[in-house]
């Protein structure tokens, strides 16, 4: 008996020449979300060199605190623009949308010689970022076969990944103008391919195009029949287009939707308050602050950003294969239990013990906590979202959870360096610690397993979960 391995079987649906549209599409999602993550990791390696005697654009500490501060700023504001577009004209239009002021940022960076086209910049790249994580999970959902669903979403988001260790490797080598022209590049590719792609079925179909639809999936399943799919889209979105918006809005009432909206939302929170943004904008600083000499400081976001890329890489599966709720689980454990260690370090460190021999523990514990995060608390919220919701409500679902997740993520940077100041690092990483720890109950007792079910198998179970 010849027993076929995960990644044998990994490896053979990538190279179905039916599942290619599909991994097309993901590619290019990956490339959107290799700008949000060229985004963050810009901030590390240019605020020492624009703060700099010899910075090409002189700026203060305070200063630069905003330009790094409005990506989160902006993000707000793109929740919002982001929930509305997708309502109106569906993903596909609205991640080509985004990709506009993504691109607008960098080409002002460009151009930039002073602090407020840097300050316009980061808010219009902050746009788009609150844009895209409202559109694309609904997008990886309505065209990713339920088989390969999570696969999709763990690919496409190993884009953030790559574009934070790309741009912390820019940042390293590249003036500000010369980084920013390899960001625009990559944007105007992904432009050209979502340019290519078909809209998505769902969206057609809410427009009344049933053969339009039909050919729209026939193309994202590789040319094989979809009668009986084309039927199941069809009940999933039936109601979609013939209530008003206030009707949708009364749809929050119903018992199911609001449990789903809660699910959505506390998982999109646990992933920006358990520390992920402040440790990668006040990484170098950490380490600095714990002695940490293993590597310099200044290539630290290069190795962990650049492990994380690899992890996300062969873990692309992981979701499908021990679903959700697992992954999500163990992410949490792992971040609690890296948090604990970096605390604790610092912790000693304040009782003025020597920690010599450990000056390895800090990078080892920013290592361990972007692994754990990059395999679950990443990339499982936005699979839930695009997962959770019925149609006709989905859009304004995503609006709702991406801008409570844009409110915290910008509570969550600004409120680091206070909190250091009030009560020391050490506490800092235990609150993150004991955050992290809370998730894993609320995921075992409360979120729903989505592995491998369609988009109306979900909402069947949920509607049986409330009755029952």
Partial sequence: MVVTSPTNQLASSLVNAKLLPQWIA?????FLLSQIGSMFGWTSPYSARLTSRDSPIPLTLDQMSWVASQLNLGRVVGAFIGGICAYHWGSKKTILLTLVPILTGWILITIADGPLLLYISRFSSGLGLGMAFNCFPLFVGEIASPKIRGTIITIA????????????????????????LVFLAIGLVDVSIFLWLPETPHHLLKLGKT??????????RGGIDVSEELDT??????????ESFGHKLKEFGNPVIRKTCFISVMLYVFMQVCGFNSVMLYMEIILRKGGSDVIPPSYGAVVVSGLGAITSALTVNMMDKFGRKGVTAVSSLGTSLSMVALGTYFLLIGYGLDMTGFTWLPLASIILFNEAFVIGLMIVPSAVMSELFPANIKSIAACISGFI?????????????????????????????MINA?????????????KRKSLQQIQDDLMKGIKG
């Fill in 26 to 30: 993901s590619l290019a999602v990956l």
């Fill in 157 to 180: 988001l190993c884009g953030s990944s790559l574009g934070f260790m790309l741009a912390s490797i820019l940042g390293s080598y590249l003036s500000l103008n010369n980084s920013a």
């Fill in 211 to 220: 053969e339009a639809a039909k050919r729209s999936l026939e193309w994202y």
């Fill in 233 to 242: 889209v069809q009940k999933y979105v039936s109601s979609a287009s013939l």
């Fill in 405 to 433: 997740a844009s409110i915290f993520a910008f509570g969550s940077s600004k409120t680091y360096q206070p909190l250091v100041d009030t009560f020391g690092e050490a506490y800092v990483f235990y609150i993150y610690a």
């Fill in 438 to 450: 809370l998730c894993i109950p609320f995921v075992i007792f409360v979120m729903p397993e989505t």
